[in-house]
């Protein structure tokens, strides 16, 4: 059975930091990209990062620069996103999906392959 599930969401005040996980299971993992896509209440999706299928590189949308990291161990199976420095608009419920390849450009959730039940951030004083 496919399965992506993600952990490490939670409450944060602003400034602080969170690790979300995300556990693959049930497919060859090295062979996708790994994108952490969030959507917030009444807001369309946003694609926040991504890595590719080795590792080497990593892209993220301009608001999240310099403030998250994006890594995956394949021996693992496992993708993770360091969030630091949160702010209130970061709040919203974060999914990590599976693409065959990796790419950063307008994309559509039709392109994906798997994708987790989501956990949710918050980023509230």
């Known amino acids: 059975e496919v399965q992506l599930v993600e952990s490490g969401g939670g409450l944060v005040q602003p400034g602080g930091s969170l690790r979300l996980s995300c556990a693959a299971a049930?497919?060859?993992?090295?062979?996708?990209?790994m994108y952490w896509v969030r959507q917030a209440p009444g807001k369309g999706l946003e694609w926040v990062s991504a890595i590719s299928l080795g590792g080497g590189t990593a892209y993220y949308e301009d608001s999240v620069k310099g403030r998250f990291t994006v890594s995956r161990d394949n021996a693992k199976n496992t993708v993770t996103l360091q969030m630091n420095t949160l702010k209130p608009e970061d709040s919203a419920m974060y999914y990590c999906?599976?693409?065959?390849?990796?790419?950063?450009?307008?994309?559509?959730?039709?392109?994906?392959?798997?994708w987790g039940q989501g956990t949710q951030v918050t980023v509230s004083s």
């Open positions: 999906a599976a693409r065959k390849s990796c790419v950063w450009r307008a994309l559509s959730p039709g392109e994906f392959i798997y």
């Open positions: 049930g497919f060859i993992f090295s062979n996708y990209g």
